[in-house]
């Protein structure tokens, strides 16, 4: 068990501070949130891409990495992910606690100083970024879009999940649009850094067995000649009514079909029902023992995977499977037949009782990752509450069977997304 | 039974360490503070046994591609018509299995009612049923997660590297075999299989997490079955020593190509203490050549022929070794002759004192994050068991390689023991 202490920094900065002596390594992440919106998120993606390739006291590649070997090891990656209707991006870095270093000796604001180096004191000349940096990064961002289509069984997810909110600002991509970034150049970015980087919020988490004292002082120190206005962000209601059911078709010379179904829930995380609805997924497709697995896949043997997942900022339920293409609507009567099933009432008392504990089993043992506790943690931040696991696994005990039964009967169909085989992949 | 403890006071942590009658191995790490036990029971026996003698025969019994994963997916159903799943299920427990080139590995992990849990593992891996009809059905499921794999250019692009850089070894089959070889699998074969390759003595149970380790050994002392050991002897032919093609092509419907480079290696035949030593040498020299720290690196990356998937790592098991480097890239043949040249480049100048320092301790912190996550402590106690060597052991030459012990690796490095794998992006992809 776990509780993360909120403390204010410098306006616009918040350090959630996690502690724990299980792990050997620490871990820092630092995000920064702001709305998504059509033009801004691909700037803010290409933004990180281009200050993890150098900064002004690191300035290449090879000058981070040198850094971070010194540091044993350390592991620091970007980070770029949508959470409801903002984006956050930022890094992380995990590094071997002290203790357990040859020389003995703490790396935490040695580690901290290189996010912030990376962050907050990039590598300019003449007002702008590097000229060739950026035109490597817009390259490999373009090529990090166009490449959801290397993996299908992504793929078919995201674009049924685009195709349902296509309205909304939720169905905003977090990695960016190939239009966007092509407009983009070394002086816009740069101008668009100095006010990102001054009018935003941070959240900084530390997860580790350094005491309290320690981290803030050296966060504190770090973030002394930093000056950030903090702002906020617009949250925007889960779409819930469905007109007509949209179905989209999709060709390529695939093997495999992909069937992608979203549905609306009416239910988001800080709701009352979120506990019945979590229920409900683990029956219907998220457990080895839920009906989507064991009716379709198991008894119908008409696939490898399929399964739900809930998107909980937007009430989202999205079943994923891949097909052989002559079974696309024996899969799809399968996977709708299922959750009338439990509409209609047909749950055990048994599945119930087993969802319960594969729910609890998962939340438990994300006490064991730092990047879970920092989940949690961010995630509470989102729905500005500050509940323990221990609360939301009090609710999960308290779900019933009426209770499942009724959010399954609140679920509207609202996308079919189908990526069809239509050729054999060539030999060359 | 009788259990031995072995401490390592760097990293703080013990492994408790017994045999059970049957001859399975039990290894245990306590991690009180953590809140999840995780569990491996595993068998060494993966895809790369086509052929073998079984117990008590003269005769060479060959058997299907995919014959061991289709093995681990059938283990899931039990005499009863019970799914293994639902088993776990009533106890709160996750449970998955996965079958590698040299291993077939089941197991679970609970934060509640772990000896239910532990039990139930045992007691499935130990009882095999199949019939026909079960069989059957599982066909239809694999052949789709077949076809699934072939839509994969990440696994298309080193399945097709494999069959490039081996003539012989089964390794080069897919793990999960073809539709056409999985149609040949009967019962028959698959309890064949089961009692020559899932043979106590061939297994090991492993355990990290806040379990009591005397509690884990009284379970595995009342549940483990004890079955007379077998002799199997695996078949194979003799491998040549350099590639078989040296290089591979298709075309996907995908967005940038995708590259293997393999490099032929014969590591998996020396000993075990050898074996754990070069695996760190050339683990360092691939870092030196390769990481994110190398002059290579930057070159590729900044001339826009790499991307942040570019990769390097050296494979070695008792079957096969390799070395095998990958990417992203829209010139994958441009990266490769760059890659080439940096190679020969480093075989004339060698490596500066101060680069090997720094990978080396870099490679080192890299090392002890394994301990950090239940899954990943579990699983090296399991390959390293496989592998004949003690857990702790095995980091100990993290401490002691040498530069000279790293530059002896360059002598793969050569033209006859490449293979390049390549696919390439479809043209008029929809």
Request: hydrophobic letters at 35%; one cysteine or more.
């Amino acid at each position: 068990m776990y509780k993360a202490k909120h403390i204010h920094i410098c306006s616009g900065v918040t350090l959630h501070y996690i502690k724990t002596d299980k792990f050997k390594t620490d871990k820092i992440t630092m995000l920064f949130s702001a709305g998504l919106d059509k033009v801004y998120t691909s700037y803010r993606t290409l933004l990180i891409n281009v200050l993890m390739t150098g900064c002004r006291k690191l300035p290449d590649i090879k000058a981070i990495n040198d850094r971070l070997y010194e540091l044993y090891g350390a592991d620091f990656a970007s980070l770029n992910t949508k959470r409801g209707d903002i984006q956050q991006t930022g890094a992380t870095i995990k590094f071997l606690n002290g203790a357990f270093t040859p020389d003995k000796k703490s790396m935490l604001s040695a580690a901290l100083e290189t996010v912030t180096d990376v962050l907050f004191d990039p590598l300019v000349k003449d007002g702008a970024f590097d000229e060739k940096i950026v035109s490597i990064e817009k390259k490999n961002l373009i090529d990090s879009i166009r490449a959801d289509i290397n993996n299908k069984t992504v793929y078919a997810r995201k674009k049924c999940i685009s195709l349902m909110c296509e309205n909304e600002v939720y169905g905003i991509s977090s990695e960016g649009e190939e239009a966007v970034v092509e407009t983009i150049d070394e002086k816009k970015l740069y101008d668009f850094y100095k006010e990102f980087v001054s009018k935003t919020s941070l959240d900084i988490y530390y997860v580790g067995a350094q005491s309290e004292d320690e981290v803030v002082n050296a966060v504190r120190s770090t973030f002394e000649k930093i000056e950030i206005a903090p702002i906020s962000y617009k949250k925007y209601p889960a779409v819930y009514d469905v007109d007509d059911v949209k179905r989209i078709t999709e060709e390529m010379p695939v093997t495999q079909g992909k069937l992608s179904l979203g549905f609306r829930t009416g239910t988001v995380r800080n709701d009352k029902d979120y506990a019945a609805l979590s229920i409900f997924n683990v029956i219907y497709g998220l457990a080895p023992t839920s009906k989507l697995f064991t009716v379709v896949r198991e008894k119908m043997s008409l696939c490898y995977y399929c399964r739900s997942q809930l998107i909980e900022t937007k009430g989202i339920l999205l079943v994923s499977s891949g097909i052989e293409c002559e079974n696309k609507e024996k899969a799809e009567a399968g996977i709708l037949q299922q959750l009338e099933e439990i509409k209609n009432g047909n749950v055990s008392d048994d599945e119930i009782v087993t969802a319960k504990k594969f729910y609890v089993n998962m939340l438990k043992s994300s006490f064991d990752s730092a990047g879970a506790m920092v989940a949690w943690t961010a995630a509470e931040s989102y729905d500005g509450t500050d509940r323990e696991q221990d609360d939301f696994i009090r609710d999960i005990m308290n779900v019933t069977k009426e209770d499942v039964v009724r959010v399954a009967n609140k679920i509207k169909l609202d996308t079919v997304y189908y990526l069809k085989g239509n050729t054999h992949t060539d030999e060359v | 039974m009788k259990f031995e403890i072995r401490e390592d006071a760097q990293f703080g942590e013990k492994i408790y360490s017994a045999v059970h009658e049957s001859g399975v191995h039990i290894l245990v790490c306590p991690k009180p503070l953590f809140t999840e036990n995780y569990v491996m029971f595993g068998t060494k026996y993966g895809s790369s046994v086509d052929r073998y003698i079984a117990d008590g025969e003269s005769e060479v019994t060959s058997i299907p591609d995919g014959t061991a994963h289709f093995l681990e997916h059938k283990m899931f159903e039990n005499e009863d018509g019970v799914d293994v799943f639902s088993l776990f299920g009533e106890y709160g427990a996750s449970a998955n299995a996965f079958t590698s080139f040299d291993k077939t590995v089941y197991e679970f992990s609970c934060t509640d009612n772990f000896e239910k849990n532990l039990e139930t593992l045992i007691k499935f891996v130990q009882a095999p049923y199949f019939t026909k009809e079960t069989v059957a059905k599982e066909q239809g499921i694999i052949g789709q997660e077949i076809k699934m794999y072939d839509d994969s250019p990440s696994w298309r692009v080193l399945m097709n590297l494999m069959s490039a850089v081996y003539e012989h070894n089964a390794v080069k089959n897919d793990i999960a075999g073809t539709v056409e070889s999985i149609a040949e699998i009967t019962p028959e074969i698959l309890y064949k299989t089961y009692n020559n390759f899932y043979n106590p003595a061939n297994m090991v149970l492993c355990v990290c997490g806040p379990a009591d380790p005397e509690t884990v050994f009284e379970v595995c002392e009342k549940t483990l079955k004890s079955v007379k050991p077998t002799h199997v002897s695996v078949v194979t032919e003799k491998e040549p020593e350099t590639v078989k093609q040296k290089e591979v092509r298709i075309a996907m419907p995908i967005s940038i190509p995708y590259f293997c480079i393999g490099i032929k290696d014969f590591g998996h035949t020396l000993s075990p203490a050898d074996k754990s030593r070069r695996e760190i040498a050339m683990t360092l020299l691939l870092s030196i050549l390769f990481g994110k720290s190398s002059p290579l690196y930057k070159r590729l990356y900044e001339s826009g022929y790499i991307n942040e998937s570019f990769d390097s790592e050296y494979n070695i098991s008792d079957n096969y070794s390799i070395v095998i480097i990958s990417g992203e890239s829209n010139n994958p043949d441009e990266a490769y002759a760059i890659i080439r040249e940096e190679i020969e480049k480093i075989k004339k100048n060698g490596i500066d004192d101060a680069e090997f320092e720094i990978n080396k301790k870099a490679l080192l912190g890299g090392a002890i994050d394994v301990f950090d996550k239940t899954d990943d402590t579990v699983y090296a106690m399991l390959s390293t068991y496989f592998s004949g060597i003690d857990f702790f052991d095995s980091f100990k030459p993290y401490y002691t390689v040498t530069k000279k012990d790293v530059l002896d690796m360059l002598d793969i490095f050569s033209d006859e023991y490449i293979s390049l794998s390549v696919v390439d992006v479809m043209e008029d992809q929809v």
